[in-house]
């Protein structure tokens, strides 16, 4: 288990099975807590720190609208978008009268999906802000100076925790050992190239041990490439 503070929590409440592990999959590497339900039951006892939730209408034990109907008569206003396949305008209607703030319909994008969650978490201020880099399966959780690789905690120097966080900002872009120097060490006169080699290959062995990875490529007679 990792410590990552997560940009929001979405409770997601959908009966298709695959449906709700796709939707899971792609929230969390986006960087979102996932709390997913194939039906409503144990949801209300779970909204403690939820910040959205998903709701899909046509659900086994009720339709998704009377359910957030009955949350909103509860005094639960926790901000939900509704998914689902009823797309005509009266039923589109009913989902926004019934205390929905969005609805999209089935089939969707799931980067459709996310844009739509992050405009209204932004917009109702429930994104908990936190700077983030990501490159593959590498976060820098560049306020707590951390790293991870596939929600693995990392431990780096200071200095390797910079270098990696300059690559992520440049990645796929060949980057010269003296740029390296001048950006990240900073004070190049007391440095030679070969620190960077060094520096690197110490990096390298911290985030690729096996080398199955190759994250950073070598360039002959030049320098470095995020890749």
Known sequence: ???????????I??????LLELETYHLEKEGFKVLGFSSTKGVEKSLDGVDLMVIDRKLPDIDGCDYVRYLRDRGIYIPVIFVSAKVSDAEIEEGFLSGGDDYL???YNIKELIFRIKAIINRTNRMHTCQRLTFRDIMIDVDNRKCYISNKDINLTKLEFNLLSFFIEHKNKILERDYLLRQVWGDEELKQKRTV???????????????????????????????
Do not use: F
């Open 1 to 11: 288990m990792t410590n990552i503070q997560p940009l929001a929590t979405i409770l």
């Open 13 to 18: 409440v959908e009966d298709d099975s695959e």
């Open 105 to 107: 319909r089935k089939p």
């Open 197 to 227: 080699n060094v520096t690197i290959n110490r990096l390298k062995k911290k985030i690729d041990p096996t080398n199955e990875k190759g994250y950073i490529e070598a360039i002959h007679g030049i320098g470095y490439k995020l890749r």
